[in-house]
């Protein structure tokens, strides 16, 4: 079946350090690939996603490059602020499957100043 | 446009109690979907729906739990009767046609003592 894996938090980093969150995925089909954001108290927003192979999705100074080689989807960022802190999720869907979202363990982010 | 709005953001409650959570999707979106959130287990899928028709079920944990979508504007999540064990927060989101990004409401908090 279809799954996600992500590095296991938490994760804490000083202002301005560079981030990166690993994620690798299984998947049998073709997948979108996906990173949401939890800030705390909220729901989860979508933060950048990627739709085939090379694909980089950017947001907010985070990047994601689509790699079918390695199954990976790591998330980047070169500078991190405090408010950065939060959960951040990998998913995956498999296109054109009525299979909906597939989300990893989520990864807990703390940006200290 | 307002997002997904669930209430009550908090609820406590005493075991054997119905509890009821309430989800008003983003208007125009076709499918709603319902998670629970818990630090042992992360994020579920309990069940979602596809023009207020209910699609998946299989992650609802046990009959206590029931979920109805009687128009295109409001669903429904209960748990009749609700035990310790329940104890999370709830989340609703919504998703517009064949757009993966599904949008999530800000949960709700249930404590069941």
């Known amino acids: 079946g279809d799954s996600v894996t992500q590095m296991e938090g938490p994760v804490t980093l000083s202002e301005e350090a560079c981030l990166t969150i690993?994620?690798?995925?299984?998947?049998?089909?073709?997948?979108?690939l996906f990173w949401y954001v939890q800030y705390p108290g909220e729901g989860l927003q979508l933060l950048l996603k990627?739709?085939?192979?090379?694909d980089k999705g950017s947001n907010k100074g985070f990047e994601a490059t689509y790699r079918k080689e390695t199954t990976s989807f790591h998330l980047e960022k070169g500078s991190v602020q405090v408010s950065d802190s939060a959960v951040y999720f990998c998913?995956?869907?498999?296109?054109?499957?009525?299979?909906?979202?597939?989300f990893g363990s989520g990864t807990q982010l703390t940006v200290l100043p | 446009d307002a997002g997904v709005i669930q209430s009550p953001r908090h609820e406590v409650t005493e075991m054997g109690q119905e509890v009821t959570l309430r989800c008003k999707p983003i208007?125009?979106?076709?499918?709603l979907f319902w998670y629970r959130q818990t630090m042992m287990r992360g994020l579920e899928l309990l069940i979602y729906?596809?023009?207020?028709?209910?699609?998946?079920d299989s992650g609802m944990p046990e009959d206590r739990f029931s979920a109805k979508m009687p128009n295109a504007s409001f669903s429904t999540l209960k748990i009749q009767p609700s035990e310790p064990r329940d104890s999370a927060v709830y989340f609703c989101?919504?998703?517009?046609?064949?757009?993966?990004?599904?949008?999530f409401g800000p949960g709700t908090r249930l404590l069941v003592l």
């Open positions: 989101a919504s998703r517009g046609g064949l757009g993966e990004t599904q949008y």
């Open positions: 690993n994620c690798t995925y299984t998947a049998t089909g073709y997948p979108s």
């Open positions: 990627a739709t085939k192979a090379d």
């Open positions: 998913a995956l869907k498999i296109d054109g499957s009525a299979r909906q979202l597939t």
């Open positions: 208007s125009g979106h076709n499918s």
């Open positions: 729906f596809n023009n207020n028709v209910p699609i998946d």
